[in-house]
């Protein structure tokens, strides 16, 4: 049994109180991964599920943007998603968008007032308690756990399952140590793609399976290590340099980069150049 915390919360107070909590309720390992959107929290969601297999355990993951309007209710809705095997997962709505290119096509809706209210009935909390955790500003520390922890006894109180609608747009998702830059496109989304489509995306890069196989200093395309079983996202890469500082590139910036006066630039997604 593990916990995986994926989480925009991602100062050390927060972290630091959201994996003690999870430790000491469910006695097992906990793991952080601290994002800063539902970019990066979609991509790191699909590669700790890859990283756990078929484990028992639970990946917990909330981004709640404070500058998002979410039609009165307390932060984004939370999901179970629908896993064959392997961890259960319970996110955030916005961080939906990269499971159908894995292969995770439905989820199932969470109502925290009626999961709370099923706890009030089962004397875990009492009505004083539900009323500070329904509406509670750190729904990750005071509910998800809680949840998690009865869940053999309560479960989860939704609706029947829901399909999960994909992102349309490729975007940048993470950005590594390195400077390589993971993207949403997957080995999959290229095959069959006439040479100007695939140019709309990537521009003129060569392809190369692996990073080693890149020339020194050059800017390419190389099959990444993220993904789930055997769908990898493409990264692209400056062999001994970043390419993230090459093309000026960050987190959920489109993709469409095209060679001008031989310096690689961004274009708008939209552009396509012979």
């Given at each position: ?263 690689y630039a961004r274009v708008g997604a939209n552009q396509v150049h012979e």
């Amino acid at each position: 049994m593990f916990v995986t915390i994926i989480n925009d919360c991602s100062d050390a107070n927060a972290l630091g109180r959201l994996s003690t909590r999870a430790a000491a309720w469910l006695n097992c390992p906990v793991t952080t991964m601290p994002v800063v959107n539902e970019y990066e929290a979609a991509g790191c969601l699909i590669d700790a599920l890859d990283a756990a297999g078929n484990a028992p355990g639970w990946i917990l993951c909330n981004v709640a943007p404070r500058n998002e309007q979410t039609s009165g209710t307390n932060g984004p809705p939370f999901v179970q998603v629908e896993c064959k095997d392997g961890p259960f997962v319970v996110t955030t709505v916005n961080t939906l968008g990269l499971l159908p290119k894995v292969g995770i096509r439905s989820c199932y809706p969470i109502d925290v007032a009626r999961t709370l209210q099923q706890l009030v009935y089962a004397q875990v909390i009492d009505d004083h308690e539900r009323l500070q955790i329904e509406s509670s500003q750190f729904r990750s520390f005071d509910f998800l756990p809680l949840l998690v922890a009865e869940f053999e006894s309560v479960g989860f109180h939704g609706g029947p399952p829901q399909e999960i609608e994909p992102w349309t747009e490729e975007v940048v998702w993470y950005v590594d140590c390195f400077g390589n830059l993971k993207t949403t496109l997957t080995t999959e989304d290229v095959v069959g793609l006439s040479d100007r489509r695939y140019r709309q995306y990537l521009g003129h890069l060569p392809v190369y399976p692996r990073l080693c196989d890149v020339p020194e200093g050059e800017l390419a395309v190389v099959i990444g290590s993220s993904g789930l079983a055997n769908t990898r996202f493409l990264e692209i890469v400056v062999k001994g340099g970043s390419a993230a500082a090459r093309l000026g590139l960050k987190v959920g910036d489109l993709l469409a980069v095209h060679e001008a006066g031989g310096e690689y630039a961004r274009v708008g997604a939209n552009q396509v150049h012979e």
